[in-house]
């Protein structure tokens, strides 16, 4: 039956690819790509010839609705995104809720996604947690600050190389120097690494360290105050 798979793809390390995501990738009619350069390298290594059209953030509206058309009319369709499972923080969602409101089945598979290994590397809380994937560059990041200084539970956010001293220098303004944070980058490849500690002694390895690669940042909520016992 036609449907909608959306397939995760390795965010590094290519013996992350799951048997089954190969399988769906070549027995799909069509695979949507984020940037069909970057995944023609994974469909060649995999050997997987089906035909790719290009799906990302900046024509996904306008391909919505043909996609649609073409599962409606029968066509398997499977999407990629450069790296992990697309719709985080990638192009998917708008895919997804319209195949939804169609009454077309959608199928999610299981795979690669950054924040979980960051998550779990960071030795932070995760028994509860909230995402926040990139934050606004500049309408709204302040405000965001602002309400996420008193989230309680660990956050997990994405940052570019380029902005991580900075977005740390950000952290010493609405967190505090002491807060304790786990910076992943580069996971699964073969300079991996994740440094951790407080947001001052972070900051000043990354400052004489330039960063590199894809970085995924875990920052532990505010601890709650502890209530003085009054004498009885």
């Known amino acids: 039956m036609s449907k ?13 690819m799951t048997f089954r995501a190969i399988k769906v990738l070549k027995e799909a009619d069509l695979i949507l790509a984020e940037d069909t350069r970057t995944s ?33 009319s029968g066509q398997t369709v499977a999407l990629v995104s450069d790296a992990g499972t697309p719709a985080i923080s990638d192009p998917g969602f708008l895919l997804t809720r319209a195949c939804v409101e169609n009454q077309i089945e ?7 996604t950054a924040f979980v ?38 956050m997990i956010l994405y940052v570019s190389p380029h902005k ?9 303004e609405y967190f505090g120097v002491d807060r304790q944070i786990s910076v992943s ?24 360290k330039a960063p ?9 909520g505010k601890t709650k105050e502890k209530k003085l016992k009054k004498d009885a």
């Open 106 to 112: 959608v199928e999610c598979l299981p795979g690669a």
């Open 185 to 208: 980058r580069e996971l699964s490849k073969l300079h991996e690494e994740t440094v951790r500690g407080t947001v001052e002694e972070v900051l000043n390895h990354f400052e004489a």
């Open 40 to 72: 023609a390298k994974l469909m060649k290594h995999f050997e997987i010839n089906t035909p790719m059209m290009s799906h990302h953030m900046h024509n996904e509206h306008q391909t919505v609705e043909m996609v649609v058309q073409k599962i409606k």
């Open 4 to 16: 909608l798979f959306i397939v995760p793809t390795p965010i590094g390390n290519l013996e992350d």
């Open 164 to 172: 991580l001293v900075k977005t740390l220098q950000e952290f010493k």
């Open 117 to 154: 290994p960051a998550l779990v590397n960071s030795g932070l809380p995760n028994d509860k947690f909230v995402f926040e994937g990139f934050l606004p560059d500049k309408k709204g990041r302040q405000t965001r600050y602002l309400i996420l200084a008193e989230e309680t539970r660990t």
């Open 212 to 220: 590199k690669g894809e970085i995924v940042v875990i920052v532990a």
